[in-house]
């Protein structure tokens, strides 16, 4: 007779942490009403200055009690450092290898707590996390930003669709080019051959080479008429 006592008792004392649990529930979805948005990636050139954003919205007003934290994981693995803090001032890391190439571009005001990394190294590339705090709103995602730092190259890289056309219209361009040198050889041939006075079909053109003598060709002209001029005198009767 006494378990069931116990038990009811156990039941008596269970009933009240109930609506506990709930408000605790309840507690932690307004906490997450932080939310952070970043880039996943972003490409860099080295040498260059690089841009990387991260905008938040709070439910709760901005306050100075805002923090924000960024951590960098190397590519090759290993632990998260932070290189970045942020708390009604920026605070970059002053040691590690971002000291003094760490910039604040952010404004906690219009929801933006974006960096920029001066002069960026092929060992930069790696996870960048930001991590915003506005309390009551502590909770949020944990989006990632993965560097990629690369050395600019020539400024006009060749694709494969861009390798492709030249390969085709390369070869038909140079044909188009050769024919038109040849239309306009044989266009000249013809016009000195027009200045004598001699015109032969397009046949005889083609056959004959490219390169002509005006000169003899005129030479030759001179010599006939003078020819028919002696020829005429001598049939004249005295």
Not at 15 to 23: F, H, T
Request: glycine share 8%; hydrophobic share 40%; net charge positive.
């Amino acid at each position: 007779m006494r378990r069931p006592a116990a038990a009811g008792a156990g039941g008596r004392l269970l009933l009240p942490l109930l609506p506990r649990g709930a408000l605790l529930l309840l507690g932690v979805c307004n906490a997450l009403s932080l939310e952070i948005k970043v880039s996943p990636k972003v490409r860099a050139f080295v040498g260059e200055q690089v841009l990387l954003k991260c905008s938040f919205r709070s439910s709760s007003p901005i306050t100075e009690s805002l923090l924000v934290d960024w951590t960098y994981r190397p590519l090759s693995g290993g632990q998260m450092e932070t290189i970045f803090h942020y708390q009604s001032v920026p605070h970059p890391t002053a040691a590690g290898k971002f000291k003094d190439r760490i910039s604040w571009v952010g404004n906690v005001a219009s929801g933006d707590a974006s960096i920029a990394i001066q002069s960026p190294e092929l060992s930069d590339n790696g996870t960048f996390i930001c991590s915003v705090k506005n309390p009551p709103d502590v909770y949020h995602n944990i989006p990632q930003t993965l560097l990629v730092v690369t050395e600019r190259g020539l400024a006009f890289q060749l694709t494969s669709a861009a390798l492709l056309s030249i390969l085709v219209f390369l070869p038909s361009a140079l044909v188009v080019i050769l024919l038109l040198v040849r239309m306009g050889r044989k266009f000249r041939a013809m016009k000195e051959k027009g200045k004598c006075g001699y015109k032969k079909s397009s046949i005889e053109v083609s056959d004959e080479p490219e390169h002509t003598d005006t000169a003899g060709c005129c030479g030759g002209r001179i010599k006939e008429w003078c020819l028919n001029c002696v020829d005429t005198d001598e049939e004249d009767p005295y």
